[in-house]
Every structure is written in structure tokens, then in C-alpha cells.
């Protein structure tokens, strides 16, 4: 019978606009999975991978940890910003050491802004429609 004991996945929950992202980190070789295909080919463009893996490369954890995400909801930028944050929050779970270098690097705050609803007798939320003197 086998001793050896399998880490349990830390969990982190990103969210930014409308999109949510749940991150599972493991102990591992690097792995890194976003929706069932691999990051680079997830986000394509290079400012939102640079997002993504910002957290792991400012705590030096690139390439030692497994991490598979699920996100959805809004688009690709605000869906990196989501998985960041679910990864930063992950890292605290395993090591909560590291928690004042993604503070300094504010990669723990939850950025609140969202689409201002549209409001009635205008066009969109602060656009009214054109006006005709005559």
C-alpha cells in the first residue's frame, strides 16, 4: 500500500466585469490549461498572456505548479484579468508568504468597474439621442 499522499487542488475565484474564472493549482511540471486547451492558445494576444502568468512569474512559481482554469462570461481581456486574480488568490492558499509581494504588485484587488447601465430618454448609458432644433 501506497504512503505517499496526494496534495489536495487550492482553489482561487477571479472576478472582472462579467467574467468569472475558477483556478485549481497543483504541485506539478508547469501545466497550465484554460478551458481545456493551453494558455498560449487560449489568450492569444501577448498582453493578456503576460496578465495571466504575471502572478507566477512575479512569486517565482512558474513551471512548478499544475494550474487548470474554467472562465467564462464577458471577453478575453477581462477574462485574463479574472484568471489572475483566481491564481494570485490560489498562491496565498498554498503559500500565505506571499502575500505581501501580490499585494504590493496589487494583483489581490478586485478591479470593480462595470458597464454603466443604460438609462431611459438616452441613447446609451450617458449618450442622449441627437437633437433637432428644427
Not at 475565484?13 to 483556478?23: C, F, I, L, P, S
Request: proline fraction near 3%.
Amino acid at each position: 500500500m501506497s504512503t505517499a499522499v496526494k496534495a489536495a487542488p487550492n482553489w482561487g475565484t477571479g472576478r472582472r466585469k462579467t467574467a468569472v474564472a475558477r483556478v485549481r493549482v497543483l504541485e506539478g511540471t508547469g501545466k497550465f490549461v484554460v478551458n481545456g486547451l493551453d494558455v498560449d492558445d487560449y489568450f492569444v494576444d501577448e498582453i493578456q498572456q503576460s496578465t495571466v502568468r504575471c502572478p507566477l512569474v512575479l512569486t517565482e512559481m512558474a513551471g512548478r505548479l499544475d494550474i487548470f482554469v474554467n472562465v467564462n462570461g464577458s471577453g478575453k481581456s477581462a477574462q485574463s484579468g479574472a484568471v489572475s486574480l483566481g491564481i494570485a488568490r490560489a498562491l496565498i492558499e498554498i503559500r500565505p508568504d506571499l502575500k505581501p509581494t501580490l499585494q504590493h504588485a496589487d494583483l489581490l484587488t478586485r478591479d470593480s468597474r462595470m458597464v454603466e447601465r443604460k438609462k431611459y430618454g438616452h441613447k446609451k448609458a450617458r449618450k442622449s439621442f441627437q437633437f433637432s432644433k428644427r
